[in-house]
T-cell receptor
Framework: TQLLEQSPQFLSIQEGENLTVYCNSSSVFSSLQWYRQEPGEGPVLLVTVVTGGEVKKLKRLTFQFGDARKDSSLHITAAQPGDTGLYLCAGPFYNQGGKLIFGQGTELSVKP | DADVTQTPRNRITKTGKRIMLECSQT?????MYWYRQDPGLGLRLIYYSFDVKDINKGEISDGYSVSRQAQAKFSLSLESAIPNQTALYFC???????????FGEGSRLTVL
């Protein structure tokens, strides 16, 4: 059973479209992180959200942490081919000593 | 040069062979991790180490062992490789518990 469930698992869209990726859990997290992984590389941190209800923007990417700190979303406006990659959410799970656990990932493909 | 370096980047081996994946880092972090990535499963923690004298099992440690030779070096061994250990393996470091993870570029292992 995944403690962090991401949806959708796959997303293929045209350049210029908007999209939202979700990361959900039945557990409360003190924070959630979003990573992006490009082919042949390791994941790279995009953002960390800490406060319930928090919204952070990174250019065309908007990240939101749910009020109850059990879920998060990533919204991309006017997607570009350079946004293509695997998006992973991760959070510290204190039943595992606070180590980060990851969702399954969302594979995004943006076609020109 | 990369802050977290993994060798080899690609390896093909046969069932029953012993394999070692090596990781070195120049970030000066105490915490080092080995993750395994499989399609649709995200990243799963194999082993982690919070300092040179500390080794801990993650969620999928069976069939793997590790060695922390120095603060900067953390190696993962498969004593007798089997086909279902075919995967992409990542080494990561962090400066604090549940903080940002810095990943290497990955080691793709194929066991025939």
């Amino acid at each position: 059973t995944q403690l962090l469930e991401q949806s959708p698992q796959f997303l293929s869209i045209q350049e210029g479209e908007n999209l939202t990726v979700y990361c959900n859990s039945s557990s409360v997290f003190s924070s959630l992180q979003w990573y992006r992984q490009e082919p042949g590389e390791g994941p790279v941190l995009l953002v960390t959200v800490v406060t319930g209800g928090e919204v952070k923007k990174l250019k065309r990417l908007t990240f939101q942490f749910g009020d109850a700190r059990k879920d998060s979303s990533l919204h991309i406006t006017a997607a570009q081919p350079g946004d293509t990659g695997l998006y992973l959410c991760a959070g510290p799970f204190y039943n595992q000593g606070g180590k980060l656990i990851f969702g399954q990932g969302t594979e995004l493909s943006v076609k020109p | 040069d990369a802050d977290v370096t993994q060798t080899p980047r690609n390896r093909i081996t046969k069932t029953g062979k012993r394999i070692m994946l090596e990781c070195s880092q120049t970030k000066g972090h105490d915490r080092m991790y080995w993750y395994r990535q499989d399609p649709g499963l995200g990243l799963r923690l194999i082993y982690y180490s919070f300092d040179v004298k500390d080794i801990n099992k993650g969620e999928i440690s069976d069939g793997y062992s590790v060695s922390r030779q120095a603060q900067a070096k953390f190696s993962l061994s498969l004593e007798s490789a089997i086909p279902n250990q075919t995967a992409l393996y990542f080494c990561a470091t962090s400066g604090r518990l549940a903080g940002e993870l810095f990943f290497g570029e990955g080691s793709r292992l194929t066991v025939l």
